[in-house]
């Protein structure tokens, strides 16, 4: 199994506190990984280190073992490695379609632009449309942006973050605050994606019980370390991570219901 991505003592301070302390971790293409941790332990700093929008004190993130330190965000997306928001934003006035197509139209642009190739404007919108597919967001296309749902936003910006093509997706959060019957479907995208089987992702989630079925493996952070990284099932059974973050309570939960 090839490496996609790395970290090789990640660690960012801000005054005398230490977010992300001294994190290596690694994975493999096309795996999907979450990453758990209770409040403040570091989860979207992380993120923020990996995408380039913070640099590191110390360390260094690898993309396909090129160190990324001398990248930007947004050259670090053009590489593949995908956040939303990087290179493309919702027009809260344009239609989902619009949307989605400007979002295609970046990405082509970037692609072609040595070879001044004019991609067709049905083409991209053939494209949008099979991106609104896999979102289950068809049925909205022509609804205008503000108007959507904070679940429908959430998976607008999923479409297109799928539509700058990026081989690593990170997803921060992506249930964080919605209602309780918008989660399924949000999940189901997330399996959805997970299923087409050609993108590595690394996700972050509060809730551990959405992200077990989904994940190959869980990491947690504490306190801003790697307190433990593994399949499911040993991130259940390990006792350091019941003690640390669940605190005994999660088999209690279960033992219960
Ligand atoms: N720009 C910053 N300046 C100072 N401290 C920061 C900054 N960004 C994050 N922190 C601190 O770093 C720690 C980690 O924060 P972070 O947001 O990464 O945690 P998290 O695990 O994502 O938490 P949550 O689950 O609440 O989103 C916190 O103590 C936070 O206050």
New binding site residues.
Partial sequence: MTTILRTENLTIR??G?T??DHVNFEMPEKHFKSII??????????F?LISGELKPSEGKVYFKNEDMSRFSSVDRTRKGLGRSFQITNVFPNLTVLENVRLAVQSKEKIRYQMFRHITSYPSLIKKAEELLEVVLLLNKKQAIASQLSHGEKRKLEIAMLLALDTEVLLLD?PTAGMSLEEVPTILEVIRRIKQQDNKTILL?E?KMDMILDLSDSIMV?FN?TLLADGTPEEIMQNETVQNAYLGGSYNEHHAQS
């Fill in positions: 801000f005054g506190h977010a992300v941790g209770p409040n403040g332990a570091g989860k979207t700093t992380f923020n959060e972050i509060h952070l801003g």
